[in-house]
């Protein structure tokens, strides 16, 4: 749902259609975060948790200006269509977690 209200965005300039969609993609990035967590606490072996958790900041500590500069690299060259292309590559990450998590409950 994220991955579309990208594209949208990109399509539509409107400033209650802005307010709206950043209202879905928040929510939507707290249920993914939810989500995240809860796999990890039913996964991770309960003496291993402190440690697992503490090495979900140190990653994303090291990840997170990584993309930036990538990805700032790239929003610089495409900027007319820099949601489009993102929107897109955030619906095919998400078909691909989906793909995992419908094989974790299979297990």
């Not at 990208?6 to 969609?21: G, K, S």
């Not at 249920?31 to 996964?43: A, D, G, H, K, N």
């Not at 820099?82 to 974790?104: E, H, R, T």
Request: net charge positive.
């Amino acid at each position: 749902m994220y991955s579309i209200f990208l594209i949208l965005i990109q399509l539509i300039i409107n400033r209650y259609f802005l307010m709206c969609a950043i209202l879905i993609i928040y929510y939507s990035t707290s249920r993914f975060s939810v989500l995240f967590f809860t796999i990890i606490q039913t996964r991770v072996e309960r003496d291993m948790l402190g440690r697992v958790f503490a090495l979900i900041p140190i990653f994303l500590r090291i990840v997170v200006p990584l993309s930036n500069i990538i990805f700032g690299q790239i929003a610089d060259q495409l900027i007319e269509y820099v949601f489009i292309i993102f929107g897109v590559g955030i619906m095919l990450s998400y078909l691909f977690i989906s793909k995992i998590k419908y094989s974790l409950q299979e297990e």
